[in-house]
C-alpha cells in the first residue's frame, strides 16, 4: 500500500544554515508525483516544490531543494540559508493513480523552528 | 485573485446537528478534495471529485458526504456529527495531469469541534 513517512516530529535550525528535512514514500506504482507543502503557524498550506517520478533532475525552487533518491524511495526536501520565517510544520506528500482516480496522501509533518 | 474559499472559517456545534462546510475555487480546477487534519497524522483524505458528478472515498470517508454539481463547488457535509470529528478541515483543489494532481492549492481551512 501507498505510504509517506516522516520520521521526524520536530526540528531546529540556526538561521542561515541549512536544514534537511527528511520523507519516505512507498508505493509499487512506477508513475507518481512528490510534494512539499509549508503550513505556518496561521494554519494555511502553501505548495513548495514538485517531483515527477521520470523526473531525472532533483527539483529546485529558489532556496527549496528535493534530494530525489529513487532507489531508496526517498524526497528529502533541504532549506538552504534558512530564515525565521521558515519556522512552520512541513508535509511530504505523493500523488499517485488509484482505480483510474488520483489520489494525494500525506505525512505526519515536521514541525521547524528556525533560532536566531 | 486566485483562491480556494471555504466557509465557515471556526464552527461549534452539537452531537447529531447537521452542517455543511462550503468550498468554492475560482481557477477552473477539475480537482477537488477535502482533508482533515489532526496532530500526529498529517492530513488525510475524506472524499475527492475528479470533475462534476464524479466523487471517489478517500481513506477516512465515514461520517462524510460531499457532492459536486458545479465545477466550482465541493461542500462537505456532515449529516450527523460526532465529537470524533472535532478537526481541521482543507479544501483543495488542483489541475488533473494523468499521473499527478499537480499542485494543490488550498483554502485557509476550517476548525470544527463538536461537542
Known amino acids: 500500500a501507498q505510504k509517506i513517512t516522516q520520521t521526524q516530529p520536530g526540528m531546529f535550525v540556526q538561521e542561515k544554515e541549512a536544514v534537511t528535512l527528511d520523507c519516505t514514500y512507498d508505493?509499487?506504482?512506477?508513475?507518481?508525483?512528490l510534494f512539499w507543502y509549508k503550513q505556518p503557524s496561521s494554519g494555511e498550506m502553501i505548495f513548495l516544490i514538485y517531483?515527477?517520478?521520470?523526473?531525472?533532475q532533483n527539483a529546485t525552487e529558489g532556496r527549496y531543494s528535493l534530494n530525489f533518491q529513487k532507489a531508496r524511495k526517498s524526497a528529502n526536501l533541504v532549506i538552504s540559508a534558512s530564515q525565521l520565517g521558515d519556522s512552520a510544520m512541513y508535509f511530504c506528500?505523493?500523488?499517485?493513480?488509484?482505480?483510474?482516480?488520483?489520489?494525494?496522501?500525506f505525512g505526519a509533518g515536521t514541525r521547524l523552528a528556525v533560532h536566531p | 485573485e486566485a483562491q480556494v474559499t471555504q466557509n465557515p472559517r471556526y464552527l461549534i456545534t452539537v452531537t447529531g446537528k447537521k452542517l455543511t462546510v462550503t468550498c468554492s475555487q475560482n481557477?477552473?480546477?477539475?480537482?477537488m478534495s477535502w482533508y482533515r487534519q489532526d496532530p500526529g497524522l498529517g492530513l488525510r483524505q475524506i472524499y475527492y471529485?475528479?470533475?462534476?458528478?464524479?466523487?471517489d472515498k478517500g481513506d477516512v470517508p465515514e461520517g462524510y458526504k460531499v457532492s459536486r454539481k458545479e465545477k466550482r463547488n465541493f461542500p462537505l457535509i456532515l449529516e450527523s456529527p460526532s465529537p470524533n470529528q472535532t478537526s481541521l478541515y482543507f479544501c483543495?483543489?488542483?489541475?488533473?495531469?494523468?499521473?499527478?494532481?499537480?499542485?494543490?492549492?488550498f483554502g485557509e481551512g476550517s476548525r470544527l469541534t463538536v461537542l
Open positions: 471529485s475528479m470533475n462534476v458528478e464524479v466523487t
Open positions: 508505493t509499487s506504482d512506477p508513475s507518481y508525483g
Open positions: 483543495a483543489s488542483g489541475l488533473y495531469r494523468g499521473q499527478s494532481t499537480g499542485e494543490l492549492f
Open positions: 517531483q515527477g517520478s521520470y523526473d531525472q
Open positions: 506528500a505523493m500523488s499517485y493513480l488509484s482505480g483510474g482516480y488520483n489520489k494525494l496522501i
Open positions: 481557477m477552473n480546477h477539475e480537482y
